[in-house]
């Protein structure tokens, strides 16, 4: 079968993101498939080129895979023929400066979130990459999630009718390092550092909101740092200076109302990692990673508050499952093959630099929320 090489350089490949998801889990899997089938039949290849600061790991790394091609030098990386594609995995604010460099460059562009550390390089990135004709993506794996999948189901067949709020839950307890290592990078609990919840996660909400429900108009946040002594991967203990949690809420289009709570210091008393509850005139609706549970208005039960008597029983069992009829794949995969598609046959792509900088724009006006402990308006990018 005719192959079509496409090089890409992985910038931040010892990472956790870097490694698991997007090397292994995404590039290594449609290799492992036999390459990604075009439509003119042939099969795209892509060629990781491992870039990082440490040759001990990115040999380590490549040897293990039966890869050869890895450097330091993310310039020379850059300036090969054959490198199509930068992807940029490092710690986030390394990120605008190797981005301009691979923009500069006359590569396409696919990055994790966020696109940067503001609002401002956000923009300049966006601005650069129309400026040079490059095709640019931004992760939003969270769209790709079975669970927001079958949700985004539900919505489109219009179960819920009006839809008039939502409630979303997201985190779990990340350990402080002592007597238990941390299950997150040192890193993100350091504002110095580019740390910090809400440049952690509004971007994923922001795209999620967006996509799902309507854009997001205002945000009002409070923030804490609720742990503020954590213990880095060489066992050191270290002043936490970024948030740990935020508690937001957004208006958006059509008058929808969503919450949603981000916490890296709550325990989980949930059936997933992340929930988010959708209440609609017909309907309503409870999504997951993988779950997604539905009440159609018939088929609500009539609560009465009553504390004398003892709870109605069963509110969960009353929820229907949403089934899977379909096979998911590791959501980062699915988005790959959609950019890579959008590169090599013009598919669109609307995850693209734009709707990046809105969710670093959303990041930096729910910060600011915090900060003057006020709502904030969202302006249109434009
Ligand atoms: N899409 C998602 O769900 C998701 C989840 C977690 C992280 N992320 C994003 O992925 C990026 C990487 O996060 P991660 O959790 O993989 O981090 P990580 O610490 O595991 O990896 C960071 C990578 O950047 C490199 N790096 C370059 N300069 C560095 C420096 N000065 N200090 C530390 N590392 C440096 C590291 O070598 C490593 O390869 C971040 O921008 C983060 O926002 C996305």
Sequence with gaps: MNQRPVGIVLNGVTGRMGYRQHLVRSLLAIRADGGLPLRDGTRLWPEPVLVGRNEAKLTEIAARHGLSDWTTDLHAALARPDVEIYFDAQTTQRREKSISAAIEAGKHVYTEKPLASDLAGALALTRLAAEAGVRTGVVADKLFLPGLRKLKRVIDSGFLGRILSVRGEFGYWVFEGDWQPAQRPSWNYRAEDGGGIVLDMLPHWEYLLSNLFGRVRSVQCVTATHIDRRWDEGGEPYQATADDAAYAMFELDRGIIAQINSSWA???????????????????????????????????????????????????????????????????????????RHVVENEPFGLDFA????????????LRSAREGRRVEVPDLG
């Design 266 to 340: 709550v325990r989980v008393f949930r059936d997933e990692l992340v929930e988010f509850q959708v209440d609609g005139t017909e309907g309503s609706a409870v999504a997951g990673l993988r779950r997604c549970r539905i009440q159609h208005r018939a088929a609500t039960p009539r609560s009465v508050w009553d504390p004398d008597k003892p709870d109605g029983g069963d509110s969960r069992g009353v929820w229907t499952e949403v089934p899977d009829n379909q096979e998911f794949d590791n959501g980062f995969r699915v988005q790959w093959e959609q950019f890579l």
């Design 355 to 366: 709707a990046g900088a809105r969710g670093v724009q959303l990041a930096e006006l729910g």
